[in-house]
């Protein structure tokens, strides 16, 4: 998606996060999360930590079952809820990101 934007990324939202393997060997506490997406119809949501600079983000996945692992930007954008929602960004997300250790935790 470089020097493509979408619903859910613009140009320079993406910059903001390290690059795929690039935060692996840190503690959550030293992570930080700079991008989130959700859903609205589910409270589901999405945390981004690294980002390919293409399709591939790595972070914090919030739903029934919480994990750690990839997502991709097309599965985002193809999500639609019961009444054909779409997933959003938080643009009142700050980038200067809150720590993965505090999503976990539930204080984000």
């Known amino acids: ?9 613009d140009n320079t939202a993406g910059l903001y996060l390290p690059r ?14 700079k991008l989130r997406f959700f859903c609205s119809w589910n409270n ?3 945390y981004a ?10 972070g914090y996945i919030k739903k029934e079952f919480n994990d750690i692992g990839y997502f991709s930007l097309k599965e985002l954008e193809a999500l639609r809820g019961p009444k054909g929602e779409k997933v959003q960004r938080d643009t009142n997300f700050p980038y200067e990101g809150h720590t993965l250790d505090e999503v976990i935790d539930g204080k984000v």
């Open 1 to 9: 998606m470089t020097g493509e934007e979408t619903y859910l990324l």
């Open 44 to 46: 589901w949501a999405w």
């Open 49 to 58: 930590t690294e980002y390919d600079r293409g399709n591939k983000f790595f």
């Open 20 to 33: 795929i393997y690039e935060t692996c060997k840190l503690e959550p506490k030293r992570i930080k999360v």
